[in-house]
């Protein structure tokens, strides 16, 4: 193991996570787990949808769960009619 990797969070899966459905409108905790090994993060799958699971339903977020795994997005708002 390497001494050098910042442990994860869940103040960190959380800000990934939204950084990563801000940008590209949802995301899984696999593509979590990419995102905080590439900026230097110990993070295993298992760990990241935990956090993830438990981030997503404290806030709120939508959860798609297809029997394989989970996409986690944000509700879309819906315009009133005037």
């Known amino acids: ?5 910042k ?10 996570a939204t950084s ?6 949802a995301t899984s905790s696999l593509i979590v787990k990419q995102y905080l090994r590439n900026r230097g993060y110990l993070a ?3 760990e990241i ?14 959860i798609n769960d297809n029997g394989m795994f989970k996409v986690y997005y ?3 708002l819906q315009t009133l009619p005037q």
Do not use: D
């Open 44 to 46: 295993y799958q298992s």
């Open 49 to 62: 949808s935990k956090w993830l699971l438990t981030v997503a339903l404290q806030q709120g977020w939508a």
């Open 74 to 76: 944000f509700h879309t």
């Open 7 to 16: 442990q994860i969070t869940p103040s960190i899966v959380c800000l990934s």
């Open 20 to 25: 990563l459905i801000l940008a590209e409108g």
């Open 1 to 5: 193991m390497n001494a050098s990797l």
